[in-house]
């Protein structure tokens, strides 16, 4: 029995559209293949059949021979384009039926919400076999998860904390793992999971095969990957930062907080089209900050998801977001990796993310599986140059909106909002100052021109007993 199931309305889209393929910049003699042509084993393939999944996209269809022959991988592929099946399937059609308690295929992601995705989507094509599968992860009670590894499994879903305590109680052995997949591979990085990384790796056998998906690539994830993975295959679909082109990306120039609350509670509640919306804030501190200044109206309809939170409070936020029971979800980037929600309308930031690569992650839990999407982002004048950086990284320039004539803009500015002082803008070059020297002007006179040779004391001439004069003045050394 898996130690969690979430709503099943969250699920991978496989959609096959050659002339999406060819939007995404992807080669246009791509040919689309069925799952049928992939080789599949028969129990695999009936469940995709229930999942009414007919075609590949070009992530499941590049990756699967290079996983299935036991190379190292590393996919790239923008987000919404089935990643998660794209190495699931080949490490399921490899698994035989076994009765070990030791997992042989490890997946590590870095949040809950991810690993409970990635735990759905196994159960589902694990369907039709005796493959077990399970996950853990923290703010579970743990004892239940030690039980449930205990009683054995194949399939292994953790986040790395979680993964590590487990290992040193001894309940968890690895020494059986032959695959290890990393999801979201750069966003461990940037949480600071690095240490475990390493701590994990030396856990393993050393002949095992590694997989690391994510749809963007940070600089330090590219270079553990060189010192940790021989050879691998690089399979890339979509350059890193190319955006989705089915998303309509736009912004506003917003000096302050205020400011930017006001312009949330006039889009949401004058456009009935925001039915299901993102809002993505810089920080835990903020989204509960932000939460807290909604009106009461919005505030009813909204929730706030984090890392503090407690996991059964991020579980039921994300239900209730889900079912359509609120309209609002504001969160850090903790839900921007790898969630697959459907029909999110619109996505918000609220404070524009520090790396570029995050806000990719963050648009794109909108315009997904051929569906259309909008992204507004709110930027001040400190955010302008992460703004600078992101269209940098897409290669595009994002749309400048006039803010509506009625909003009601704040004069009150954070510490990390104020405006630059006017003569660092260089609006004060010329401010008449004039540094000739006029009628007033005269020089020092001749008393006023000596120069300070120091203190009195130290230049007071002190002698010892003997007569000589001490060497250091009257200061003891």
Do not use: W
């Not at 963007?216 to 295959?233: C, D, G, L, W």
């Amino acid at each position: 029995m898996p130690i969690y199931n979430m709503h099943n309305n969250i699920n991978i889209y496989h959609y096959c559209s050659q002339i999406l393929f060819c939007e995404q910049n992807i080669n246009t003699n791509y040919q689309a293949m069925t799952f049928d042509e992939l080789n599949i084993n028969k129990p695999l393939l009936k469940a995709i059949t229930d999942l009414d999944y007919v075609y590949t996209t070009p992530i499941q269809q590049e990756a699967y021979s290079p996983i299935m022959s036991g190379k190292n991988v590393v996919g790239i592929a923008q987000t919404g384009t089935g990643k998660t099946f794209a190495y699931l399937l080949p490490i399921l059609r490899n698994m035989k039926f076994s009765e070990q308690r030791e997992p042989r295929v490890l997946i590590i992601a870095p949040t809950h919400e991810l690993a409970i995705q990635i735990l759905q989507e196994t159960q589902k094509l694990c369907k039709y076999t005796n493959i077990r599968s399970l996950a853990v992860f923290g703010g579970a009670n743990i004892k239940y998860q030690k039980q449930a590894i205990y009683d054995g499994t194949d399939v292994l879903i953790a986040t790395p904390g979680r993964l590590l305590d487990l290992a040193y109680t001894g309940i968890l052995g690895l020494k059986s793992v032959r695959q290890i997949v990393f999801d979201e591979v750069d966003e461990m990085f940037s949480l600071g999971f690095r240490t475990q990384i390493r701590t994990l790796l030396g856990m393993l056998p050393q002949k095992k095969q590694m997989i690391m998906f994510s749809a963007t690539m940070s600089e330090e994830a590219e270079k553990f990957m060189k010192n940790a993975v021989y050879e691998p295959i690089n399979i890339e679909i979509a350059a890193h930062g190319t955006p989705i082109e089915k998303i309509q990306q736009s912004a506003y120039f917003v000096p302050n907080f205020n400011t930017k609350l006001n312009l949330l509670e006039a889009l949401v509640n004058k456009n009935e089209n925001m039915n299901k919306v993102m809002v993505f804030v810089k920080s835990k501190k903020q989204a509960d900050r932000l939460f807290e200044a909604l009106s009461p109206e919005l505030a009813e309809k909204s929730a706030v998801i984090h890392s503090n939170k407690a996991h059964n409070t991020r579980m039921r936020a994300m239900t209730r977001f889900i079912d359509g029971d609120i309209k609002v979800l504001i969160a850090t980037d903790v839900v921007a990796r790898g969630m697959d929600i459907n029909d999110v309308s619109h996505i918000i930031n609220f404070d524009i993310p520090e790396v570029a690569g995050d806000y990719m992650h963050r648009i794109g839990r909108t315009g997904r599986a051929d569906k259309d999407g909008i992204a507004l982002s709110f930027m001040n004048e400190m955010e302008q140059e992460n703004m600078s950086l992101i269209e940098e990284l897409m290669g595009m320039i994002v749309t400048k909106l006039e803010l509506p004539e009625d909003l009601d803009i704040s004069n009150i500015y954070g510490d990390d909002e104020k405006p630059s002082v006017a003569k660092d803008k260089g609006y004060l070059k010329n401010n008449g100052y004039n540094d000739e020297r006029g009628e007033a002007f005269h020089e020092k006179k001749e008393k006023n021109k000596k120069e300070n040779s120091g203190s009195a004391a130290r230049n007071k001439k002190v002698y010892n007993k003997s007569g000589s004069r001490k060497k250091y003045g009257g200061r003891r050394r």
